[in-house]
């Protein structure tokens, strides 16, 4: 390449990359990252999923920013949507309500933008699950593993922020429920829930700034600084692969940046793109003014969140009545379980997991080959486990829907629930550990049959 | 592999595809200056998808013009060497110190007051230490009930098998205290406490709307339409489905909620009006610690 006589177009970009780097010195640098590897394997494209989402929610949300008043004060609607003519509504809610039936474009841009948080979500999520199983939280990734992690919390508070902001029904209704979380934390809920919402709920106008600002700006900010953070992390450690072949603990093989993984990943980000804005444009998602505007006197039955607080809800009515009291005082009253500790006890558990097998083990070596999920049959099995019991108080959340569909009793539903989530996990532990052992088995009579069969042609050969 | 026929042939393919993309990018830009038309929101989002997704293809097929190969790099490790260096930089900055432990706590002194000033108007955002205003209701006695548009609520307008939502008249009804539910049961099926014998007029029962679990507005009535058979009265919250037995003064029956669920004494006026009898009967809303569970819990 470097023998041939370049052509015109070349001396051009030639010419470009010289008049950067005598400005920048930056080229060294360039030449590293276009030379970077990345594995081919498709499980390395889920974080790029969510990376390419976020993009799509800065993007499609900056465009609600410019319609929507993020205002409490009451307005009587008299807008193009007849049947919610004459009724009294926040600020807040009509302006959504605007921006989605009458600004151009306004319900595209808002339906991606949801369908962008619940995706980005999803795709944080499956990209977690792939790391635990595969191991690739171990040494020397655990920051890289605690910075994702920070991401998926904050995730959860912005797209439930993002939500309550439009003051529909079912907003008041989930703020109502935060609000009753805030309140519940022992000894200094009630000060804390003072605090968030300048007075009782539904709080004073301030709230809605203060929920404005964090959804707009800070949590947005914070966002983006982490993913910056994780990014440059997995980039100085360089990616995990999967074992075989050439690859090895000291040696990675990959795709360089440029010119192989760029269009890769390129059209990875347009399909991303064209997925959610296909979604956005043809199926429908939160029509707000089906709900109708809030008032802490109304609700509404079969009311759902978002697919990722689903866990919540159903840890919320799962519980059963169980406040902490002395004598006629409540001390730790019921959300407390459901809101509170239990997403704790998720989280902290996540958070805990690389110390926590780093210590069962006692493998403190460093790892850049990933583990397949059958060889440690023990974390793969603590994981399922794990996942089977937060899908189970997942569809508990559900339960009032499996009635309506199915006339299940609710009550029946939840004393099953109520059993179930002590009985499954053990059994899925159980299970994984015989799947894992029994995929085990099986390559090694492949590999059994395989050294046979070799061995008789080549004997067969000889004679 | 990819021979100068194929090689064109792909080519082709992605600029067919980056034209497409042009096409329906262009689509886009119509439908949207197209004023009125039907399903615009649905013809804008399949028109910038499709331009999305061809981009995509186009990348897609264009990797097989410039896909390089595989290549190796190895792994990097710690630097030891570079990290006690810098140890040994911060070490050796700091050897003309002599006073360490008292520019330490001094620094220390500093910094955890200026963290406190900095955090101390954090406490402008709300009543923090003051708890009583959210036990503070609008309900007195005399206060006669009104509905959503503010008329008075008649006596006679609260039928069996039926809920009202009501407020107290001149307060504002966005207050978590205000909002009541109104449902009438036959007199003899009561088993109220005998301290609220009078607060059910004619079997008209108040109890606040708002459920003293999670807050949400309790927005279902269970009304039993063949008694013997089906499960008593209740009053349900959609939200996790606790439910209260307006028989009884508002006990928890079903679900998480903790506490029941205060309610209003009632008293018909001259005019036929429901006013309230006075307070509530414990505190309104979700619990927090140090809340009375309220009279009702025997």
Redesign the interface.
């Known amino acids: 390449m470097v023998g041939r006589a370049p052509r015109k177009g070349d001396v051009v970009i030639r010419g470009a990359a010289r008049t950067v780097d005598e400005r920048t010195h930056a080229a060294p640098f360039g030449l590293k990252a276009l ?1 970077y ?1 990345f594995p ?1 394997h498709w499980t390395f494209l889920l974080g790029e999923v969510a990376l390419y989402t976020f993009i799509v929610l800065i993007a499609t949300g900056t465009y609600l920013a410019l319609f929507f008043h993020p205002s409490t004060a009451q307005v009587v609607y008299h807008g193009s949507y007849a049947p919610l003519d004459g009724m009294r509504m926040t600020e807040a809610y009509r302006s959504t309500v605007h921006l989605s039936l009458d600004v ?2 306004g ?2 841009m808002r ?2 933008h949801h369908w962008a948080a619940d995706v980005f979500v999803a795709a944080i999520a499956i990209h977690l699950m792939r790391i635990v199983f595969t191991g690739a939280f171990r040494k ?1 990734r655990e920051l890289t593993y605690y910075v994702g992690l920070t991401i998926l919390t904050l995730a959860l508070l912005e797209g439930y922020l993002g939500y309550s902001l439009v003051d529909d029904l079912l907003s008041g ?1 989930g703020l ?2 935060g ?3 805030a ?9 804390i ?10 709080g ?1 106008p ?1 709230f809605w700034s ?1 929920m404005y600002i964090a959804h707009v700006f800070l949590l947005p900010l914070l966002i983006a600084t982490l993913i910056a953070l994780h990014l440059t992390l997995v980039a100085s ?2 990616h995990t692969q999967f074992g075989g072949g ?1 690859r090895t ?8 940046a440029f ?2 993984q760029v ?2 990943s ?6 991303v ?10 199926v429908e998602i939160n029509p707000i003014w089906l709900w109708g505007p809030y ?9 759902q969140p978002d697919w990722y607080l689903g866990w919540l ?1 159903g840890a ?2 799962l ?5 902490v ?1 002395v004598l ?8 407390f379980w ?2 509170v500790l239990f997403p704790g006890i998720v989280f902290g558990t996540l958070f805990a997991w690389p110390s926590i097998e780093r210590r069962v083990s006692g493998d403190r070596a ?1 790892h ?1 080959l990933l583990d397949r999920p059958r060889d440690v049959r023990w974390r793969t099995a603590t994981a399922t486990a794990f996942l089977s019991w937060l899908f189970l108080i997942f569809l508990a959340g559900s339960a ?1 829907r499996a009635y309506v569909l199915f006339g299940w009793s ?2 029946t539903q939840l004393q099953v629930y109520r059993v179930l989530v002590f009985v499954l996990p053990p059994t899925v532990f159980w299970l994984t550990l015989k799947v894992c052992d029994e995929l085990r088995r099986n390559e090694e009579v492949v590999r059994n049959r395989h050294e046979a069969e070799t061995e008789a042609r080549a004997a067969a050969h000889r004679t | 592999m990819t021979g100068p026929r194929s090689s064109r042939r792909a080519e082709l393919a992605v600029a067919a595809l980056l034209g497409l993309a042009a096409v329906c990018a262009a689509g886009f830009v119509a439908v949207y200056a197209l004023d009125s038309i039907g399903h615009q929101t649905q013809l804008l989002g399949l028109t910038l998808g499709a331009a999305f997704a061809c981009l995509a293809a186009a990348f897609i097929a264009g990797r097989r013009l410039v896909a390089g190969e595989d290549a190796e790099d190895e792994y990097g490790g710690p630097a030891p060497e570079a990290a006690d260096e810098i140890g040994a930089l911060v070490e050796e900055s700091a050897t003309g110190i002599e006073r360490r432990r008292l520019l330490a706590g001094a620094g220390a002194a500093a910094g955890a007051a200026i963290g406190a000033a900095l955090l101390a108007p954090v406490v402008s955002l709300g009543p923090v230490f003051d708890l009583a205003s959210m036990a503070r209701t609008p309900w007195r006695r005399g206060r006669r009930l009104v509905d959503e548009t503010g008329a008075p609520v008649a006596a006679s307008a609260v039928r069996a098998d039926e809920f009202l939502t009501a407020y107290p008249e001149g307060a504002n009804p966005e207050e978590i205290g205000s909002p009541i539910i109104l449902i009438r049961l036959d007199p003899a099926t009561l088993r109220l406490p005998a301290s609220r014998r009078s607060w059910a007029p004619q079997g008209i029962l108040a109890y606040s709307k708002i459920c003293t679990h999670a807050g949400c507005a309790i927005a279902l009535y269970r009304a039993p339409l063949f008694q013997p058979v089906e499960q008593p009265p209740g009053l349900v919250c959609p939200c996790h489905y606790s439910t209260f037995d307006p028989a009884t003064g508002g006990t928890v029956v079903f679900g998480p909620a903790g506490r029941a669920l205060p309610q209003l004494p009632l008293r018909i006026d001259r005019a036929g009006n429901l006013r309230a009898g006075g307070t509530f009967s414990g505190p309104v809303g979700p619990s927090w610690w140090g809340v009375r569970r309220g009279r009702a819990t025997s």
């Open positions: 030379r590897l081919e151009r474009a319900l595209l339906q991606t020397p209704m109502a429920i609000y009753a979380v309140l519940s934390i022992p000894f200094v809920g009630a000060n829930g003072q605090l968030i919402w300048g007075g009782p709920f539904p004073t301030d203060r450690l360089h050439r603990e000291r040696r990675l093989v990959g795709l360089p010119p192989s269009p890769r390129l059209g990875l980000m347009f399909a793109f064209a997925a959610l804005f296909l979604l956005g444009g043809l008032h802490v006197g109304d609700g509404t039955n079969g009311a809800i919320l009515r519980m059963p009545a169980f406040d009291t006629d005082y409540t001390v730790i009253p019921n959300p459901g809101g460093r850049n009032d609710y009550e």
